[in-house]
Every structure is written in C-alpha cells, then in structure tokens.
C-alpha cells in the first residue's frame, strides 16, 4: 500500500450509501407517469367527494410498483386533507386486526391497543370518523398475494368496499398490488360485485431504462468519478440478462464496498467480477431453499449423475423413483430451468431423434441440497 492509499483509506466512495437501500424513494423517478396518472385518474373523484376507483396494479417484481404507488400517496396527501391514504405491505400485515390496525393508525394518528378491543370496535371508529369528515379512504394492499396465502383477502377487501351500507356516505376503495404474475387472485362472488377494479400494467424496463436508472442511483450514492461508464453499462447489461433493478441496485453497492474494502478510490474490472461471484453463490443458495421436495429429488439426480445426461434418460429414471408422469417430470425440469439451476440444450443426437442435454449451471461441491 502506497502512502497515498493509506491516506485515502479512511476516505468513503459513498457519498450517500442509503441510495443503496431497498426502501430508498429516488427523488427522480422517470418511466412511470402513465401508471402513476393512472394511480391519479382512480384517486381524482375522492379529491372533489366522489367516488374513487378500485385498481389492480401489475407488475413483475422491482418495476417500480411500490415506489409509483408511495410516491402518489405522497403527493395525494400534500394535496387535499379529504383523502386518506393507506399503504399496507401484506408479506407484514396478514391478520384483518393488524391490517384494520393500520388503517386506525392513519385515521387517528397512533394505533389502537393490540388487545382487550374487539376488531368491530375498531372497525366502527375507523367509519364513523370518516363518516364525520367526510374523508375518503383508499387502501394499498401491496403484494397481496400473501393475504390470500392467509385467507383475509375475501374478508379484508369485503369489509372495506361494504362500508357504506352501515356507514352511509363512506367512499372507500383498494388498490391491490399484484408481483406474481402468475397468481390467480380469484375472490369470492360477493366481494366480486363491489370489486371492479381498473388495470394498471407496470411493464418490465428496457436496457437504456435500467441504464439510466442505474447512473442516476450512482449519481446519488457515489462520489463523483467513483463509477465509470464501461462498468455502469456492465451492471445495467448483467442486470437485464440475469436479474432485475434490485440485483442491478445491490450490485451498485458491493462494488463500491469492496472497491473501498481495496483501498481503491474507484471501481475497477477486478471488483464488478468479485461482486458478481459473490452474487452468483447467493443467489444459488436462496435458490435451493426454495425449491420443494420434488424439484430437490430431481435436481439430486442431476447432480449425481456422472456423465452427460439427456432429458430422456433422466426421464425414465425419474419415473422409476418418484413413480410420477413424463408431464410432471417436464414441468419440474422446466422449473429447474426457470430458476437458472440448469441450462438444457437441444442436441439431436438422442435415441428418440431430438434430445435435450441437461448442464448444471452451479458446482454442486460448493452447495448443500
Ligand atoms: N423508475 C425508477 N426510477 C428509479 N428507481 C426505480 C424505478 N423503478 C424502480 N426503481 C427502484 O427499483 C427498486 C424496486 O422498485 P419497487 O418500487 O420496490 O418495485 P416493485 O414494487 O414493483 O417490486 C427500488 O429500489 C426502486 O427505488
Ligand atoms: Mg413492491
């Protein structure tokens, strides 16, 4: 270490390291105006004592959901006091009480006591204050597919929408958060009749998209000439082939942590390379936990295998173990794609004409499955 090194270790890359972080709002927020007028459109009839409307907002993970619908709550609340808005995470608040509790929060400014009240107790003075105020309510369940995993989504949403029949005058209504695309939310017929929601899509980023995104957060987090062009381009490029923005965003960050674990005032090749590696072993292992029995089973047999395997062979033995069908076999090989365990490759060489190779995308020594 150069003397010069040693005088600049004490000396941070970071200008702002909570740029990093996942809760942190981008003052800068581009990409989303149509969604966000959307928000707008559904919330306007409340501003002037109408009706607001339901939506459902869609999205893969890390578009910008979350933050589109903060940042429009912020800027509902700065605007009229008529509106009351209500972000619920549903991955923390699964119970209708906590869920309730929230909403008690934003009405009267502290939460109810969490025992010796009864939830009807709650419920009424939630209603009859905004009965009083003539107050809209408008309530975001984010990543509300939890609540159906907990069974509350029927109940929830129905208690919210139904109000007004015991509390005339009371306008409420939900936007309802949706990450997994692939969850059917499905309520049940009498929650279907007051919940006619308006779509709004949240489309996956394009690369200049995530590029700029990416400098403008380096911009906020690093000092100035810390980040250069050719590794920026690289994480943005990483991230649209492997991840999405958060990967991008926590890359941004262990690079910076271990250029500065370096002594380094700027982030080199050498680090981008490291940060990958560490990514990479992460994410196989929280892959792995999440993985069922039977996609275990049988990406143990790929792993035990010693040769090249071709998907007929692995089919058949998969049969003979699990006793299950060729189109369960496929779907659990697919999912091992999906998940970027495993790469198949068609190769034409098989016995039955096209075959598929399977190849590990992780060394198995490095992991427990
Ligand atoms: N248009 C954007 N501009 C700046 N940062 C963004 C943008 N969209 C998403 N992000 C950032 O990406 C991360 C994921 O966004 P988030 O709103 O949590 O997505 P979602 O709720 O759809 O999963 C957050 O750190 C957020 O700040
Ligand atoms: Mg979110």
């Given at each position: 270490?150069?003397?010069?090194?040693?005088?600049?270790?004490?000396?941070?890359?970071?200008?702002?390291?909570?740029?990093?972080?996942?809760?942190?709002?981008?003052?800068?927020?581009?990409?989303?105006?149509?969604q966000m007028e959307g928000m707008a459109m559904a919330i306007r009839p409340a501003m002037r004592g109408g009706q607001p409307s339901n939506a459902i907002i869609l999205g893969s993970p890390a578009t910008g959901k979350t933050?589109?619908?903060?940042?429009?709550?912020?800027?509902?609340?700065?605007?009229?006091?008529?509106?009351?808005?209500?972000?619920?995470?549903?991955?923390?608040?699964?119970?209708?009480?906590?869920?309730?509790?929230?909403?008690?929060?934003?009405?009267?400014?502290?939460?109810?006591?969490?025992?010796?009240?009864?939830?009807?107790?709650?419920?009424?003075?939630?209603?009859?204050?905004?009965?009083?105020?003539?107050?809209?309510?408008?309530?975001?369940?984010?990543?509300?597919?939890?609540?159906?995993?907990?069974?509350?989504?029927?109940?929830?949403?129905?208690?919210?929408?139904?109000?007004?029949?015991?509390?005339?005058?009371?306008?409420?209504?939900?936007?309802?958060?949706?990450?997994?695309?692939?969850?059917?939310?499905?309520?049940?017929?009498?929650?279907?009749?007051?919940?006619?929601?308006?779509?709004?899509?949240?489309?996956?980023?394009?690369?200049?998209?995530?590029?700029d995104i990416l400098r403008d957060r380096a911009k906020a987090g690093f000092f100035p000439g810390v980040l250069s062009d050719d590794i920026l381009e690289q994480i943005a490029m990483y991230t649209l082939e492997n991840g999405d923005l958060r990967v991008g965003i926590n890359l941004l960050k262990s690079c910076g942590n271990i250029a500065e674990a370096s002594a380094s005032r700027e982030i080199t090749q050498e680090h981008f390379d490291k940060a990958i590696d560490s990514l990479v072993s992460i994410n196989v292992s929280e892959t792995l936990k999440s993985l069922n029995d039977v996609e275990k089973e049988l990406l143990k047999m790929i792993v035990d295998y010693d040769g090249i395997y071709t998907a007929g062979d692995l089919s058949e033995e998969y049969k003979q173990k699990t006793g299950s069908s060729y189109a369960s076999f496929n779907r659990t090989l697919e999912k091992l794609e999906f998940v970027r365990l495993i790469d198949t490759k068609f190769t034409g060489k098989g016995s039955r004409g096209q075959s598929r190779q399977i190849i590990l995308r992780f060394n198995p020594e490095d992991y427990q499955i």
């Open positions: 270490m150069g003397i010069e090194d040693i005088l600049m270790y004490d000396e941070s890359l970071f200008n702002n390291i909570n740029a990093f972080d996942p809760d942190y709002m981008p003052p800068n927020y581009n990409f989303r105006d149509t933050t589109a619908i903060k940042k429009v709550f912020e800027m509902v609340e700065k605007t009229t006091e008529k509106v009351i808005c209500v972000y619920v995470n549903c991955q923390i608040h699964t119970t209708r009480f906590g869920i309730f509790s929230q909403v008690y929060k934003k009405v009267f400014g502290y939460l109810p006591p969490e025992t010796g009240i009864p939830f009807s107790k709650i419920y009424a003075e939630i209603m009859k204050n905004l009965q009083k105020n003539e107050k809209s309510l408008i309530v975001a369940f984010d990543d509300i597919n939890y609540l159906f995993q907990s069974k509350n989504a029927n109940k929830v949403v129905y208690d919210l929408l139904r109000a007004y029949e015991e509390y005339p005058g009371v306008r409420t209504s939900i936007f309802a958060i949706l990450s997994d695309l692939e969850f059917k939310y499905a309520f049940d017929k009498n929650v279907n009749t007051v919940f006619i929601p308006q779509e709004i899509m949240f489309p996956l980023y394009k690369y200049s998209e995530i590029e």
